[in-house]
């Protein structure tokens, strides 16, 4: 059996692609899924040569020790990263890629190995137009992508701009959003995700319907 590949992509900065790589990680390892169960094999590959994922999980490795994090972490660049991801799929039920923003080099084979792409966005419209073109390299690797909108201000309706904007662009989206919560950032700066920090939380909450659409688009994998 080989696991699901997943990347999460944009290629505006900004977009809170290290903070959805890794609570997509983390909620899949924490049996946040309804009918998936707890403790299934998850991996990250960090092909983002800024290398946040990487430190977010070195403050893992301290905050529960090497050897518990519950996760494994490679990294790789250009079209080793293709390469990486399908050898990480043969051992783990999950593959989570993190790809830089403003390149073709290092997103292109991370989207040709994913069987889906993951595009975190905020809310406007200005974000929204550069978000087009993530959309096209997926288009063009036959890829699946879907909109993540990503730090919502708490309590506001989405605005006729933006969706008018989504639909412009032809763009299809999650419905669950994420909120523009502290929880986030303070769980990441942890080495942790809300899933660890604030179970019952509304943060956790947020993410937990938006693992449950991801789950949603994924069907059984074989060899």
């Known amino acids: 059996m ?9 290629q505006k900065g900004g977009s809170g692609k290290t903070t959805l790589t890794a609570h997509v990680a983390s909620g899949f390892l924490n049996g946040i899924v309804q009918g998936l169960p707890k403790g299934l094999r998850v991996a990250i590959l960090d092909v983002d040569p800024q290398g946040s994922l990487g430190t977010w999980y ?3 490795e301290r905050k529960l020790g090497e050897e518990t994090t519950g996760i494994t972490l ?14 990480l799929a043969r051992d783990h039920d999950f593959v989570i890629i993190d790809t830089p923003p403003k390149t073709d080099v290092d997103a292109r084979p991370a989207i040709d190995a994913a069987e889906l792409v ?11 137009w550069a978000t087009g073109q993530t959309f096209q390299m997926a ?30 662009q032809g763009l299809e989206r ?15 700066g942890e080495g942790l995700t809300v899933f660890e920090t604030d179970p019952r939380g509304k943060a956790a909450a947020e993410a937990a319907s ?5 789950a949603a688009l994924l069907g059984p994998k074989g060899d």
Not at 2 to 10: F, M, P, R
Not at 210 to 214: G, R, S
């Open 118 to 128: 993951l595009v975190p966005v905020q809310p406007t419209p200005v974000d929204l």
């Open 2 to 10: 080989t696991g699901h590949i997943l990347t999460v992509a944009q």
């Open 58 to 60: 070195e403050a893992r």
């Open 210 to 214: 938006l693992m449950q659409a991801i």
């Open 139 to 168: 288009k063009r690797e036959d890829t699946p992508a879907f909109l993540i909108l990503n730090r919502v201000p708490p309590r506001a309706a989405l605005t006729v701009d933006v969706e008018e904007a989504i639909r412009a």
């Open 174 to 188: 999650l419905a669950p959003m994420l909120g523009n919560r502290t929880g986030f950032a303070a769980s990441m």
């Open 74 to 87: 490679r990294t790789a660049s250009g079209w080793g990263a293709r390469r990486e991801a399908k050898a």
